[in-house]
């Protein structure tokens, strides 16, 4: 597809391609899980489908989607394979973080063309060079490195003009890194979240995001920006954050659907009755199906509350986004466990589809943005006019 025209692209074409990605990675689910990460196959239909560019500002040639039609295709990709949909919500969104660097930075970040990976988390070293940072660091954690071009990683740093050290995120190039593939976990296989490290790597000033600033401004440095861009308009950490339910809901909804294949024909032999005959299985099916619209609500709030943030006065604490993100996700846990637990021994079978989509779901949850006792610690601080300090 002409880059000149993908900004014509509409939702209906990106949820086609969404599901074109769910299902190619569905097929080679278990290759993945054994290879601790997705194919190139699966990342190239990513960029193919243009779901990569679909969050970059217009003036590049993207299609400039909104948040909803965001959230639903993470979600769809999710109804397949929840590691493919974790990459599916994770490059597009770092493909987005060069619009809050400044021009010269931006067009040579996505003007090459190629995928970003990133980790937040500021543990790096940071030493001025000119007008650049000099890099140093190792990080876990860095989800799909292995097909990235460019990498954001945290250091802490003091910037000229500021009267304190703040958390920037230097933009790398991936050839200038080297990458440790120690990526052997519980769930989540197939997003290749494996470590980097990095030695002395130069960085210029353009290619420096300054995270402090792109949260308390929600803009890029020059005052010309594009005042339709979506991002430029909500809360930096929850919009970043967006994808995480809806990638748990996707899961659920497929968990239910399995639960339903399974149960229909099952007989328990302690009775002999028909499993989806019996007033268990049956309250169980209203049971987690109510529980997913209720998970369903609440993301259709998130996003209400994204897109009138500005509208509402920028009213709206952190800690409320913070709590409904992890509700949501804590919802779809609740139905895969039920699921799983009224299921039996059927649900365990290693490899099997119910036993790897519940895997995911709980490790969608153990995600440090996804914690629910944090979330409501903090939204209650909130409540009663205490400074909770999360970033949302």
């Known amino acids: 597809m002409n880059v000149n025209t993908v900004d014509n692209?509409?939702?209906?074409?990106?949820?086609?391609?969404?599901?074109?990605?769910?299902?190619?990675?569905?097929?080679?689910?278990?290759?993945a899980d054994k290879n601790a990460t997705v194919s190139a196959n699966v990342v190239n239909l990513i960029k193919e489908t243009q779901i990569s560019r679909m969050m970059l500002p217009r003036e590049y040639g993207g299609p400039q989607a909104s948040l909803s039609t965001f959230a639903k295709v993470i979600q769809k990709v999710a109804n397949y394979n929840l590691s493919a949909a974790w990459l599916t919500f994770l490059y597009p969104l770092h493909n987005s973080l060069p619009?809050?660097?400044?021009?010269?930075g931006r067009d040579e970040v996505v003007?090459?063309?190629?995928?970003?990976?990133?980790?937040?988390?500021?543990?790096?070293?940071?030493?001025?060079d000119g007008d650049g940072l000099r890099i140093s660091g190792k990080w876990n954690f860095v989800s799909g490195i292995l097909h990235?071009?460019?990498?954001?990683?945290?250091?802490?740093?003091?910037?000229?003009?500021?009267?304190?050290?703040?958390?920037?995120?230097?933009?790398?190039?991936?050839?200038?890194?080297?990458?440790?593939?120690?990526?052997d976990t519980f769930g989540l296989r197939?997003?290749?979240?494996?470590?980097?490290?990095?030695?002395?790597?130069?960085v210029p000033k353009e290619r420096i995001l300054d995270l402090e600033k792109a949260e308390s401004t929600r803009r890029p440095p020059e005052e010309d920006y594009d005042k339709s861009y979506p991002f430029y308009h909500v809360p930096f950490y929850p919009a970043f954050y967006i994808g995480f339910p809806a990638i748990a809901i996707g899961g659920a909804e497929r968990v239910i659907e399995e639960f339903k294949v399974l149960t229909e024909k099952r007989v328990r032999l302690?009775?002999?009755?028909?499993?989806?005959?019996?007033?268990?299985?049956?309250?169980v099916i209203a049971e987690i199906s109510t529980d997913l619209h209720a998970a369903k609500g609440l993301m259709a709030q998130y996003i209400s509350l994204l897109e009138?943030?500005?509208?509402?006065?920028?009213?709206?604490?952190?800690?409320?986004?913070?709590?409904?993100?992890?509700?949501?996700?804590?919802?779809?846990?609740?139905?895969?466990?039920?699921?799983?637990?009224?299921?039996?021994?059927?649900?365990?079978?290693?490899?099997?589809?119910?036993?790897?989509f519940i895997r995911d779901i709980l490790s969608v949850a153990t995600h440090k943005t996804s914690l629910y006792e944090?979330?409501?610690?903090?939204?209650?601080?909130?409540l009663f006019g205490f400074e909770s300090g999360v970033r949302g």
């Open 99 to 104: 619009s809050y660097l400044p021009k010269a």
């Open 308 to 356: 009138n943030y500005e509208k509402d006065g920028e009213m709206t604490p952190l800690g409320e986004f913070f709590a409904i993100r992890t509700k949501i996700i804590k919802l779809c846990t609740d139905i895969a466990v039920r699921a799983m637990l009224t299921l039996g021994g059927a649900a365990l079978y290693k490899g099997g589809t119910l036993e790897m």
């Open 148 to 183: 990235s071009d460019w990498v954001g990683v945290g250091v802490k740093v003091q910037l000229p003009g500021r009267d304190k050290p703040v958390v920037c995120l230097p933009i790398l190039k991936t050839s200038e890194v080297e990458i440790v593939k120690n990526w």
């Open 111 to 128: 003007n090459q063309g190629g995928l970003i990976a990133d980790i937040f988390a500021a543990l790096g070293t940071a030493e001025p």
């Open 190 to 202: 197939g997003t290749g979240s494996n470590q980097i490290i990095v030695d002395n790597v130069y």
């Open 374 to 382: 944090d979330s409501v610690a903090a939204y209650g601080q909130d």
């Open 9 to 31: 692209i509409t939702e209906e074409a990106l949820l086609q391609g969404a599901e074109k990605i769910g299902m190619l990675a569905e097929e080679e689910a278990h290759e």
């Open 270 to 283: 302690m009775d002999g009755m028909r499993e989806s005959e019996s007033p268990r299985s049956q309250r």
